[in-house]
């Protein structure tokens, strides 16, 4: 078997490897290791001497047996300290006749993963390795930090969830949704961290956008009722539907406006849209699900001139009344605008700029600015593009703006 | 009557077995091989001739949660047992006519192969399982 294959076959299983090996003997911090070292050995040797009839059998067998290694280390050390280690039983009930308490172990392990007592870049990071079955140093490459870091920040996160003495299980059915939330924002963080990153100088072999379209995706198999994981499966497809014209060969941004849309990836349109539009007929929609829908919308025009704004416009209005995020008021701003012309779009800008933040970041001087070109106003634009530039916090941005504005006549 | 038949090993044994030493050798493949083997033909007898109730064996003694009471609230030790201290393995629940009749299935298992010095020290103990509540008050 190729390499390639070998390692999809590894990360595919490997959740269900650790889970199993959890729900069996717990010891989730220690195990996570021993399911990693299996991880690696069967990469070495599957390659050379072919992958075995069972390959999770085989995982979970060879973690199991490193995992007794471990603890038998662990607790000898512990003795010869004097430590003995002892916890709390948790006080948490399980529902009773909660069915789904014994559901998929990779949805248990995201919910783990994704603790409410873990920082944003811990449960990121957590859930790529024990969820994802990336290394420590594919991790660590991916956000651009060093492999220490990378070690420190996963295992204090492990740490954090033994103390916790959380048990291998859902969560109790009436904190599910709530903490269901929280697994979708981390999968979520998980893709614009990896779609920002594609647009640097480097691609590196972990791709954080696929490993979170992967990741959503089985959530969304695992709970295919559930509309907002639709929404969000939907969402990053019909984002990274775009990615081939997303940037030039030499790495500089291309605005929405200007992308070829032949190379946009029309299976991943077709399946983000058959899913939104799924998801939408189940009733009241959540933000993921109101995002995609706009996506949506854009993917499915031939140009920026054929797009249906009034349409994008009011699901921007829904959109603002369950977000207070100033970027999705500021979208909402330059639907208006393309939707009743620039003047009301600028209307909008223009109160958006009474946030103080908001009228010291770079993007409200840059769509003041389009609006502006827009309108017609030259010279205002371009002193606009040039606040922008001021303002902005990366160098492509910057020489972006500053082009725009030299293109752009004084008077 | 029923009977519980225990065999006891410590970690440092389940180690030996697993191929690993310690203080102790590690079992060759083929020491484990034949134990294996004896065990089988051992159960099959016992299941033919109608005296096995049950048997089962315990996964190493690292994997023990020991849970105790701490001011009515549960708590867990984990792994609580020395590496050399024996600890119950394994056991067979045995339906048969008497203890007499028990402790020679027991007694059979000292035909077990095994390593030199484990088989020195091997022992299996055998306790007749009470019938009611009542046989607790003699």
Known sequence: ?411 | MKYMILSYASQQDYDGMAGQPSDLPAWSPEDFAAMASFMDGFNTELAEAGELVETRALAAPVHTRRLGARNGSPFVTDGPYAETQEVLAGYWIVECESFDRASEIAGRLAGCPAPDHVAANAYADVRPIMETADEIAY
């Open chain 1, 1 to 411: 078997m190729p390499a390639a294959d070998v390692e999809d076959l590894l990360r595919q299983v490997a959740p269900q490897v650790l889970g199993a090996v959890v729900r069996r003997y717990g010891n989730f911090d220690l195990a996570e290791d021993a399911v990693q070292e299996a991880l690696v050995a069967a990469a070495t040797q599957w390659l050379d001497g072919g992958v075995p009839a069972n390959p999770k059998g085989w995982l979970i067998t060879v973690a199991a047996r490193r995992l007794t290694d471990m603890l038998r280390n662990e607790q000898a050390r512990r003795r010869r300290e004097d430590a003995v280690a002892t916890w709390e039983l948790p006080r948490q009930q399980p529902d009773a006749g909660d069915q789904s308490a014994n559901s998929d172990d990779t949805l248990i392990l995201l919910f783990m993963c994704c603790h409410p007592a873990l920082s944003p870049p811990s449960q990121i990071a957590l859930t790529l390795r024990a969820v994802g079955g990336l290394t420590t140093t594919e991790v660590a490459r991916a956000f651009l930090v060093s492999e220490a870091t990378m070690t420190r920040r996963i295992t204090r996160a492990k740490q954090q969830i033994k103390d916790s003495g959380i048990p291998f299980r859902l969560p109790a059915l009436q904190e599910r949704t709530e903490r269901l939330a929280v697994v979708l924002h981390v999968l979520y963080l998980i893709f614009t961290e990896g779609y920002a990153a594609t647009s640097g100088p480097s691609l590196h072999r972990v791709e954080l956008a696929t490993e979170a379209v992967r990741l959503t995706r089985s959530v969304h198999e695992l709970l295919p009722e559930n509309a907002e994981a639709a929404g969000l499966l939907a969402l990053m497809l019909l984002t990274d539907a775009r990615r081939a014209a997303r940037t030039t060969p030499t790495g500089e941004l291309v605005p929405l406006a200007e992308q070829d849309r032949a190379l946009w990836n029309r299976d991943y349109i077709t399946e983000g849209i058959a899913l939104i539009t799924a998801a939408l007929l189940r009733g009241r929609s959540g933000p993921y699900q109101l995002q995609a829908a706009i996506a949506a919308i854009h993917d499915e025009a031939a140009s920026t001139e054929e797009t249906d704004w009034p349409q994008i416009k009011a699901l921007y209005e829904l959109l603002v009344q369950s977000s207070d995020n100033p970027m999705v008021a500021l979208n909402h701003a330059v639907a208006v605008a393309m939707a009743d012309g620039p003047a009301a779009g600028l209307e909008r800008v223009q109160t958006l700029a009474k946030d103080k933040q908001l009228a010291e970041d770079h993007r409200l001087h840059s769509v003041r600015a389009h609006l502006l070109e827009l309108s017609g106003d030259t010279a205002a634009a371009r002193e606009a593009y040039r606040a922008a530039a001021r303002r902005a916090t990366n160098l492509p941005q910057q020489r972006y703006l500053i082009s725009r504005a030299a293109r752009l006549p004084d008077s």
